[in-house]
């Protein structure tokens, strides 16, 4: 599916301009139409016969994990993958004339549903596999130590984190280095490094040897739940900031500049770089609170207030533009343009000089 998606972006980036809008109408449709084509073949041929079996292999296990926050929702998930094999199996049973208007609206009526599962079926298949879980590798006194050590690194800032990921049962784990008089021992972490009440579980000699010990990771979790990387709205049009730097290059009159900051600065749908930007730190900001962890949510205060910051800055850019148009100036007119330099060329019977002979330099041997 994937590399459907691929083949499609491919045949749509040629159907538009470049600034994204759509320019062959009749090119597009044709390539939406062979993506769903082609993704209901491949989902008939490889995920049609055992869907059915994998999701109730999947619900099996789920019912085995021990309550989490994060059961519910791989849950219903798991319903609406079932919701969108039913719709998938009955057009397969049913399909329209080939070659048809029908077949084209049925096709693109299922493409929704494919790009899901494309999407979201790793739950199932994560489920129905095994998540290897064993008990911490240090208890009591030792696990004290060793946790005290931990702490006691983190303050000198010897502690470096390598990788988190979550276990199936939702306890976050972090793989660290421990630095110690000159000596490195991975370690691993449960809970969260940067708040209270976080314990060492275990000590290994390298990376490898602590992921084969430790439970499996799962897949992370999304931002909005509503994304989907196959399912994307259309491109909003949109001037690159490369592009406006040479707008005001190229220009002669103030108006014309301050034109330019105002498309920069534009809010709406066809907002500009810097609202843009704006956009990408909010967006930013929330995935750090999303994380849920103490340092996520310190990172997500400094971009908000990154985001007020600019907020400011496209206020005062918009302003500034207004005060250049203004002033109805133009450029005066002893900045001429200059011709390109041109080498001069040696006649054509002209024998090039010979290069200066190269002296030996001897190189010291290593």
């Known amino acids: 599916m994937m590399d459907i998606d691929r083949v499609t972006g491919t045949a749509l980036d040629t159907a538009r301009d470049r600034y994204g809008r759509t ?4 090119a597009e449709a044709a390539a939406r139409a062979r993506r769903d084509q082609a993704a ?7 995920l049609a016969p055992h869907a059915d079996e994998l999701l109730d292999t999947a619900r099996r296990a789920l019912d085995r994990l021990p309550p989490a926050r994060h059961t519910l929702a791989w849950r219903t998930l798991l319903d609406g993958l079932a919701t969108a094999h039913t719709e998938i199996r009955r057009a397969l049973d049913g399909p329209a004339a080939p070659g048809s208007t029908a077949e084209r609206e049925q096709h693109a009526a299922l493409w929704p549903h494919l790009a899901f599962w494309a999407a979201h079926s790793y739950l199932a298949t994560e489920l129905a596999g095994e998540h290897h879980g064993r008990p ?30 979550y276990a199936v049962d939702g306890t976050l784990m972090t793989l660290a280095f421990l630095c110690e008089d000159d000596t490195e021992t991975v370690i691993a972490i449960s809970g969260d490094p940067d708040g209270p009440g976080w314990q060492v579980i275990g000590h290994y000699r390298d990376q490898h040897a602590a992921r084969e010990q430790l439970p499996s990771p799962v897949t992370p979790g999304v931002l909005r739940a ?18 406006l730097i040479r707008d005001v290059a190229e220009s002669q009159g103030a108006g014309d500049v301050a034109e330019v900051l105002l498309t920069a600065t534009r809010h709406g749908h066809d907002a500009g770089p810097l609202v843009r930007l704006q956009e990408l730190l909010g967006t930013a900001s929330q995935f750090a609170h999303a994380l849920e962890t103490v340092r996520g949510q310190q990172i997500a205060a400094r971009l908000a207030t990154l985001g007020r910051h600019l907020d400011f800055l496209i206020r005062e850019v918009n302003e500034a533009a207004e005060d250049l148009d203004a002033t109805v100036a133009v450029l005066p007119p002893h900045r001429a343009p200059t011709p390109p330099r041109v080498r001069p060329r040696p006649a054509l019977d002209t024998t090039p000089a010979a290069p200066p002979p190269r002296r030996a330099v001897s190189s010291p041997a290593r």
Do not use: F
Not at 23 to 26: E, L, M, N, S
Not at 40 to 46: E, V
Not at 227 to 243: A, G
């Open 23 to 26: 320019v062959d109408r009749q």
């Open 136 to 165: 911490p590798a240090l208890r009591g006194e030792d696990q004290r130590e060793w946790t005290q050590r931990a702490q006691a690194a983190k303050r000198r800032g010897d502690l470096e984190l390598i990788e988190s990921w």
């Open 226 to 243: 509503d994304v989907n990387r196959l399912v994307r709205p259309e491109p909003v049009p949109e001037v690159s900031l490369q592009e």
């Open 40 to 46: 209901l073949r491949a989902y008939a041929a490889y």
